[in-house]
C-alpha cells in the first residue's frame, strides 16, 4: 500500500504528469487502484510487486510532487490461511 501526501494537497501536478506520461511504472510493478481523499490531501495506492526495489524507482519519478509511505501489506486471504492453524 502506498500511502501519497500531494505537496501544498495540490492533486493538479500529479494528474498533469499522469496525463502526459502515464504512471511511469518499471516493469514488474503492477497497479491495482487508488483511491484520493476527498480534500485531496492523500492518495492511497494499492501496487504489486517482488522487488521493493520497484517502488523505489517508481517513487523517485514522482518524489518532486508528493511524499510517499510504503506500507507492506497482505490480503486478509492469506492472512486467515495463515493464522488459521493458530485458532
Not at 65 to 70: M, R
Request: proline share 6%.
Amino acid at each position: 500500500m502506498v500511502i501519497e501526501h500531494f505537496k501544498n494537497r495540490d492533486a493538479v501536478p500529479i494528474y498533469r504528469r499522469f496525463r502526459e506520461q502515464g504512471r511511469m511504472m518499471p516493469e514488474g510493478l503492477n497497479y491495482v487502484g487508488s483511491w484520493v481523499e476527498a480534500n485531496f490531501d492523500r492518495c492511497f495506492q494499492l501496487m504489486e510487486c517482488d522487488d521493493l526495489r520497484l517502488l523505489q524507482q517508481w517513487v523517485l519519478q514522482w518524489q518532486d510532487l508528493g511524499e510517499f509511505e510504503i506500507v507492506p501489506v497482505v490480503p486478509s486471504k492469506e492472512t486467515m490461511e495463515t493464522i488459521t492453524p493458530l485458532l
